[in-house]
């Protein structure tokens, strides 16, 4: 738990994704005495979502019902020593604010990544997941990410090799950059007929690219992410 001061209020922060799992029991008695010792003090007015906030209407809360999460009537369920997690399920229906990056952390057990979404997905964009939209969770594990016991794959194995290193505009280096522009055009993010040079086409492709596997990174550049990303994409289209 994380407790933040502002000169507008004093946030609690709970590290958990509250809209499927349940608050511990040490959990909801902590935020339980510092609510008390709030109210006894006399500090405060109000009980918001940090989106309640001025300021914080941008960043959108959790869709759960947090002031009957904390009630000492709450439904508590503490885990058995010994016992195993509950297995993920093998589907998974799309929440409000959820990205594949949000619904691979769901997994703290199986190990499935981000990657192994995307290529378990394949008509799926993790840009545009839509609520009630069913993807595959479970059965997603290993489809991109292998197992501690397989051998590597090197890139010169599949129909698509990608190419190391970054390239960017000034890149000079044209085999790479026609390894690249096929990847593109396979994924249909066309940058027109390969030609070893990394312009206007190429960077427009990479970039849009980018805005639907990698929002974080947008930049036109391909580097080590984008590689992963593509090479995910590409798996799962069957290239």
């Known amino acids: 738990m994380l407790v933040t001061v502002t000169l507008i209020g004093l946030g609690i922060c709970v590290i958990g994704e509250y809209r499927t799992d349940q608050l511990d029991a040490s959990t909801i008695k902590s935020i339980q005495d510092l609510h008390a010792s709030l109210i006894k003090d006399g500090i405060g007015k109000y009980d918001k979502a940090h989106n309640e906030m001025p300021g914080y209407s941008w960043k959108a809360c959790c869709m759960y019902d947090y002031k009957k999460a904390f009630k000492d009537t709450a439904i508590i369920t503490l885990p058995v020593k010994g016992q195993k997690p509950t297995a993920v399920p093998g589907l998974y229906t799309v929440q409000e604010g959820d990205t594949f990056w949000s619904i691979a952390l769901k997994d703290g057990k199986e190990g499935i990544t981000v990657n192994d979404l995307i290529v378990a997905n394949p008509d799926v964009k ?10 595959k969770f479970g059965t997603a594990k290993n489809t991109y990410t292998p197992t501690p016991e ?8 599949y129909k698509y090799p990608l190419p190391s290193g970054v390239l960017r505009t000034c890149s000079t280096d044209k085999p790479a950059i026609e390894q690249l522009q096929n990847a593109l055009n396979a994924v249909n993010f066309k940058c027109g ?5 990394y312009g ?4 427009g492709a990479v970039t849009r690219f980018q805005k639907v596997y990698l929002p974080y990174e947008v930049d036109g550049t391909y580097g080590p992410n984008t590689k992963d990303k593509l090479q995910a994409v590409l798996k799962s289209k069957g290239c």
Request: hydrophobic share 25%; charged share 25%.
């Open 150 to 157: 397989a051998p590597k794959k090197e890139q010169s194995a």
């Open 193 to 197: 007929t390969p030609d070893g040079i």
């Open 200 to 203: 206007v086409k190429t960077k």
């Open 126 to 135: 993790p840009s545009q997941l839509k609520v009630g939209q069913t993807i």
